[in-house]
């Protein structure tokens, strides 16, 4: 089971509601919710994954970890590393410039 999923289980499990609540309320499948949760299945796009921790109602610090683990799980760690070494790069210049994964990579689903 990846860091994702087991986070993702944990969450789950924390909200109290069903399976079948989050699926319906996310506009996600009931299965892929728990092969998600069980993780025999890897993330959706970004904007199911972005759907379903809403439902969730994590705080934004834990919205934010869930969703690293997201893009680790889509890109892959090396691929995320590098990418969040040149964010780190471009925020620290004077420009201003902030660009989402998508934005950067493309969609991956």
């Known amino acids: 089971m990846s860091s ?6 944990a969450y789950i499990e ?3 509601m069903t399976i079948k609540y989050i ?5 996600l499948d009931a299965t892929l919710v728990t092969k998600l949760k ?4 890897r993330p959706a796009n970004r904007d199911k994954m972005h759907q379903l921790f809403l439902v969730l109602g994590l705080s ?3 919205y934010t970890q869930l969703s690293n683990l997201c893009e680790i799980e ?3 760690k ?3 590393d590098k990418y969040k070494a040149v964010v780190g790069l471009i925020e620290s210049t004077e420009l201003n410039i ?5 934005e950067k990579f493309g969609r991956y689903n």
Not at 38 to 41: A, E, I, K, Q, V
Request: charged letters at 20%; hydrophobic letters at 30%; zero cysteines.
């Open 74 to 76: 889509l890109m892959g």
């Open 4 to 9: 994702f999923s087991s986070m993702l289980s």
């Open 14 to 16: 924390e909200s109290g």
């Open 60 to 62: 934004p610090a834990d």
């Open 38 to 41: 069980n993780g025999s299945r």
């Open 78 to 80: 090396e691929t995320y």
């Open 23 to 27: 699926a319906e309320k996310s506009g």
């Open 98 to 102: 902030t660009l989402s994964p998508i």
